[in-house]
């Protein structure tokens, strides 16, 4: 259940003169307004109140957040230029749709550059995961934590999928990404980029044959009573982070900076825990329904597949190299 926010109670005592009785004065509070794409009571959204209600509380008021859910302050890329821009304050948000703004961040969309969920949060929790805040920061996005978005897998309508012959001929929808669809594209099989909200339709219609995301979304947005085959490819773990507008982070003191951080950082593990949770209970609910789920346990011919993407996107952008290198190298 979605985490109620504390109220505003902060008071300070100002004096007026040395002639004059010291009174109690309401602060004023920094308003904080905070995007979110997801609905109450799913892990982020949960970790997302926790994070306000506890900022609020530590700062005594001087900050008090409000989460707005389900992505009513616009969609995603549009919240993140707002959070840039300082019309909101912060959100949570993935790392996919940030490409286009902070290039870095495209090297997390390359498949299989983790080799688990683990992995991932081992890189961004690290000196390596610095480097991508660095680079949010020059686009006056402040990264204070690093939320968990799973691991995204194939789903279908005609076929398990355990090799990358499996996927051959397929229609497979991914996100408005040119990497994504080359991904698909050297599986051999026809990438359609498509909105969210046109999926399920798609699918139950024969438009597509198939989708990729996490258990969560799989169970979610129902796509898995109209896409039978939920096969565990793990290509893609792209992780989310919880940002701040750099001018609202710059207009706090260091001792509110502080407090803030801290509670990104509990707010994350906090997600991360309700994720794995949540994962476990979604996966149940689609075996239930007859979902056939089958676990590819060896991905190397998926991943051999992925050559070719990873030399496109390093000849394209040869100053990621290093990057890319580095996250590779601690496999």
């Known amino acids: ?7 505003n109670r902060a008071t300070s005592v100002a004096a007026v003169s040395s002639a004059m009785i010291a009174m109690s004065l309401p602060v004023q509070a920094e308003n904080w307004r905070g995007w979110n794409i997801h609905p109450p009571g799913y892990p982020n959204t949960v970790a997302l109140e926790s994070f306000a209600e506890n900022v609020a509380e530590r700062t ?9 859910n389900n992505a009513v302050l616009g969609d995603q890329p549009d919240a993140i230029e707002q959070t840039r821009n300082g ?9 996919g749709p940030m490409g286009p703004i902070v290039k870095e961040t495209n090297v997390l969309s390359l498949p299989f ?25 020059e ?3 402040i990264a204070l934590s690093w939320f968990d978005s799973g691991a995204r897998s194939f ?14 001929g397929l229609k497979i929808r991914v996100m408005n990404n040119d990497l994504y669809v080359d991904m698909v594209e050297a599986l051999g099989g026809n990438a359609t980029p498509m909105a969210y909200g046109e999926v399920y339709q798609s699918l139950k219609t024969g438009v597509l044959d198939g989708a990729e995301n996490n258990y969560p979304s799989f169970q979610s947005s129902n796509h898995y009573e109209v896409a039978g085959f939920y096969s565990v490819t793990q290509h893609l773990i792209i992780p989310e982070c919880l940002c701040i507008a750099k ?7 260091p001792e509110d900076q502080e407090i803030v951080r801290e509670e990104a950082i509990k707010a994350a593990e906090m997600q991360r825990q309700l994720w794995v949770e949540g994962s476990r209970e979604s996966r149940q609910i689609v075996l239930d329904a007859g979902v056939e789920i089958n676990e590819v346990e060896d991905k190397s011919a998926f991943q ?17 190299a290093t990057l890319v290198e580095d996250i590779r190298a601690t496999n």
């Open 139 to 141: 686009k006056n996005l």
């Open 113 to 137: 550059i983790f080799s688990s969920v683990e992995h991932m949060h081992d890189i961004m929790d690290g000196e390596i995961g610095r480097r991508f805040a660095d680079a949010l920061a």
């Open 247 to 253: 001018a609202s982070w710059e207009a706090l003191s």
């Open 60 to 68: 005594e008021g001087r900050v008090h957040a409000q989460v707005y």
């Open 1 to 7: 259940m979605p985490i109620k926010m504390l109220v």
């Open 304 to 320: 051999e597949r992925m050559q070719p993407v990873y030399e496109g996107f390093i000849e394209e952008n040869p100053d990621l």
């Open 87 to 95: 019309a909101l304050d912060f959100g949570n948000f993935n790392m």
């Open 155 to 168: 789903y279908n309508t005609n076929r398990p999928i355990s090799s990358p012959a499996d996927v051959e």
